[in-house]
């Protein structure tokens, strides 16, 4: 009787394991785009991951525990749907084509692993259903939990919000449509409330991931290659070292994120996380959206991600067809859905930092009013979902061509950036009128231009390109800090630094007037000298 029970068990145990363990890596990137399992589209794809686990468990439970070559082939479906859940985990075409350029060297490494995996199975072949089945099961339950950092009791009060591809005041071209309706209102709404801002402020990068991570490091020299030091290589990217966060942590302030979904900030400073569904059509925050979009969405950010994947890239043709997609049609869907949730979005960062109690940061980085440019200025949906940038090294446009693509695209970046501007002003607006929000030092600043130039390369860059590409915002008031306008040509990272290092700007030293820029010659960022911004 006891046997039998045992053998019952035994067989549930092999049969649950394998879709568990194969279910636990799609269920955990589900989780890191913040998309449900059960949306459209995405309970599909785990359907048939759970599936193909079903069959290998179904196979292996059928097979125990008998003897022979039956042990042997039980065996071989265990070791198969243990490396199904690696290289789901791993995204394993992706880490063997990155480490290895020869294909017999993969498929060598492929084979060894293959064989250890076998190995191990094999040793331990009379106790795996249940080894397997409590490892399977560990791993399903820590993919959906989901940690809750504790706040202390802080001080003082800094907002600091980062404007994603927000180009500096003089950096707007007034000649093009809605460049001096810009230019007026971004000096406008600084000058009302307070601030110092700097109309020729530049970041030494275009690009996000170095940009950022540069500024919360202090970090105003670095060449721009060195992204690693500050992020890994995951997806989304961690920046894994915050000088700024850590600052206020280490005095005992508590440091709250608001973030988008493209580049993770919450380190083991951070108090609280809040981070935008980016990925997700499947949102209240992006509101407007139809099911057919949201769905083909989700088929097609999955399908991106598990092309990576030996096991899902097999499968991805029968994803395909169970979903439908084809007769979705030719539907145009952004990469991502910030822009649409921006409104929503802002209003809970806007609600938090009001509602607080003083003291602390209060971090938000928006994607805004980066591309692509679907508000009005008066943040009303348009869908307008192509991407404005590199001019002619992409799209490959020339004269008169260029020229009008240029301005058509700017109008349209420009109606952004004054939503942008509209939606900071009603806050400050109501920041003005808390009284416990008096004192609060806030900045804001954007991390690169708005990127709708020639192209990203230095050798065809003019100098209009060169201020697309790296003039932007940077404005910021607080005690001590003089309101009005400074003409200085000056970094966001070095802003920064001297404003919340705690380093004295003497010693410092003299400042890096460079910006880094990709060289199609030299195949590497290298340092040139900054966009002539007047």
């Given at each position: 009787?006891?046997?039998?029970?045992?053998?019952?068990?035994?067989?549930?145990?092999l049969?649950?394991?394998?879709?568990?363990?194969l279910?636990?890596?799609?269920?955990?990137?589900?989780?890191?785009?913040?998309?449900?399992?059960?949306?459209?589209?995405?309970?599909?794809f785990?359907?048939?991951?759970?599936?193909?686990?079903?069959?290998?468990?179904?196979?292996?439970?059928?097979?125990?525990?008998?003897?022979?070559?039956?042990?042997f082939?039980?065996?071989?479906?265990?070791s198969?749907?243990?490396?199904?859940?690696?290289?789901?985990?791993?995204?394993?075409?992706?880490?063997?084509?990155?480490?290895?350029?020869n294909?017999?060297a993969?498929?060598?490494?492929?084979?060894?692993?293959?064989?250890?995996?076998?190995?191990?199975?094999w040793?331990?072949?009379?106790?795996?259903?249940?080894?397997?089945?409590?490892?399977?099961?560990?791993?399903?339950?820590?993919?959906?939990?989901?940690?809750e950092?504790?706040?202390?009791?802080?001080?003082?009060?800094?907002?600091?919000?980062?404007?994603?591809?927000?180009?500096?005041?003089?950096?707007?071209?007034?000649?093009?449509?809605?460049?001096?309706?810009?230019?007026?209102?971004?000096?406008?709404?600084?000058?009302?409330?307070?601030?110092?801002?700097?109309?020729?402020?530049?970041?030494?990068?275009f690009?996000?991931?170095?940009?950022?991570?540069?500024?919360?490091?202090?970090?105003?020299r670095?060449?721009?290659?060195?992204?690693?030091?500050?992020?890994d290589?995951?997806?989304?990217?961690?920046?894994?070292?915050?000088?700024?966060?850590?600052?206020?942590?280490s005095?005992?302030?508590?440091?709250?994120?608001?973030?988008?979904?493209?580049?993770?900030?919450?380190?083991?400073?951070?108090?609280?996380?809040?981070?935008?569904?980016?990925?997700?059509?499947?949102?209240?925050?992006?509101?407007?959206?139809?099911?057919?979009?949201?769905?083909?969405?989700?088929?097609?950010?999955?399908?991106?991600?598990?092309?990576q994947?030996?096991?899902?890239?097999r499968?991805?043709?029968?994803?395909?067809?169970?979903?439908?997609?084809?007769?979705?049609?030719?539907?145009?869907?952004?990469?991502?859905?910030?822009?649409?949730?921006?409104?929503?979005?802002?209003?809970?960062?806007?609600?938090?930092?009001?509602?607080?109690?003083?003291?602390?940061?209060?971090?938000?980085?928006?994607?805004?009013?980066?591309?692509?440019?679907?508000?009005?200025?008066?943040?009303?949906?348009?869908?307008?979902?192509?991407?404005?940038?590199?001019?002619?090294?992409?799209?490959?446009?020339?004269?008169?061509?260029?020229?009008?693509?240029?301005?058509?695209?700017?109008?349209?970046?420009?109606?952004?950036a004054?939503?942008?501007?509209?939606?900071?002003?009603?806050?400050?607006?109501?920041?003005?009128?808390?009284?416990?929000?008096?004192?609060?030092?806030?900045?804001?600043?954007?991390?690169?231009?708005?990127?709708?130039?020639?192209?990203?390369?230095?050798?065809?860059?003019?100098?209009?390109?060169?201020?697309?590409?790296?003039?932007?915002?940077?404005?910021?008031?607080g005690?001590?800090?003089?309101?009005?306008?400074?003409m200085?040509?000056?970094?966001?990272?070095?802003?920064?630094?001297?404003?919340?290092?705690?380093?004295?700007?003497?010693a410092?030293?003299?400042?890096?007037?460079?910006?880094?820029?990709?060289?199609?010659?030299?195949g590497?960022?290298?340092?040139?000298?900054?966009?002539?911004?007047?």
């Amino acid at each position: 009787m006891m046997k039998n029970g045992v053998l019952a068990r035994d067989r549930i145990f092999l049969f649950l394991a394998i879709p568990m363990a194969l279910a636990s890596p799609v269920i955990s990137t589900l989780s890191s785009l913040s998309i449900s399992p059960v949306a459209p589209g995405a309970n599909a794809f785990l359907g048939i991951i759970v599936a193909v686990g079903c069959l290998l468990g179904f196979g292996a439970a059928v097979l125990h525990p008998r003897q022979g070559l039956w042990k042997f082939i039980q065996v071989f479906l265990i070791s198969v749907g243990i490396m199904s859940a690696v290289d789901l985990s791993i995204m394993g075409h992706q880490v063997l084509t990155t480490s290895f350029d020869n294909r017999f060297a993969r498929a060598l490494v492929l084979c060894f692993f293959a064989a250890g995996i076998f190995g191990v199975v094999w040793i331990i072949r009379n106790q795996a259903p249940v080894i397997l089945f409590v490892t399977s099961a560990t791993l399903l339950a820590s993919s959906i939990v989901i940690s809750e950092a504790k706040a202390d009791e802080i001080a003082e009060r800094t907002i600091y919000i980062i404007t994603d591809e927000m180009i500096g005041l003089n950096g707007i071209d007034k000649s093009l449509p809605g460049g001096r309706d810009t230019y007026d209102l971004m000096k406008s709404v600084f000058l009302k409330h307070g601030f110092r801002l700097f109309p020729r402020a530049f970041s030494r990068h275009f690009f996000t991931m170095v940009s950022i991570p540069a500024v919360l490091n202090f970090d105003d020299r670095d060449a721009g290659d060195q992204a690693a030091k500050y992020t890994d290589d995951e997806t989304p990217m961690n920046v894994k070292k915050s000088a700024l966060f850590d600052q206020f942590a280490s005095g005992g302030f508590d440091v709250t994120v608001f973030q988008s979904g493209h580049l993770n900030f919450c380190t083991k400073a951070v108090s609280e996380c809040n981070t935008f569904p980016s990925f997700n059509a499947d949102t209240d925050l992006a509101k407007g959206l139809t099911r057919d979009l949201t769905k083909i969405s989700t088929i097609r950010t999955l399908k991106a991600i598990y092309v990576q994947s030996y096991t899902a890239a097999r499968l991805l043709p029968w994803y395909s067809e169970i979903t439908g997609e084809s007769d979705l049609g030719d539907i145009v869907v952004p990469d991502y859905f910030d822009i649409h949730g921006f409104v929503e979005w802002f209003r809970k960062f806007s609600d938090h930092a009001l509602a607080s109690k003083p003291g602390g940061l209060t971090f938000a980085h928006f994607l805004m009013p980066h591309n692509p440019p679907v508000l009005d200025e008066n943040c009303v949906a348009q869908y307008r979902w192509e991407n404005p940038y590199y001019l002619k090294e992409r799209k490959h446009l020339t004269g008169q061509e260029f020229s009008a693509s240029r301005a058509h695209f700017y109008e349209e970046y420009y109606q952004q950036a004054r939503c942008a501007l509209k939606t900071l002003d009603a806050f400050l607006t109501t920041v003005d009128n808390n009284p416990e929000l008096s004192g609060a030092k806030i900045v804001v600043h954007g991390d690169h231009g708005s990127r709708i130039s020639s192209g990203k390369f230095v050798e065809g860059a003019l100098p209009r390109d060169m201020i697309d590409n790296f003039s932007t915002l940077y404005a910021i008031r607080g005690k001590g800090v003089e309101p009005g306008i400074d003409m200085r040509m000056a970094s966001v990272q070095r802003l920064t630094t001297e404003y919340f290092s705690g380093i004295p700007v003497a010693a410092l030293g003299p400042e890096e007037m460079s910006v880094v820029m990709d060289s199609s010659k030299s195949g590497r960022p290298i340092k040139v000298p900054p966009p002539p911004i007047q």
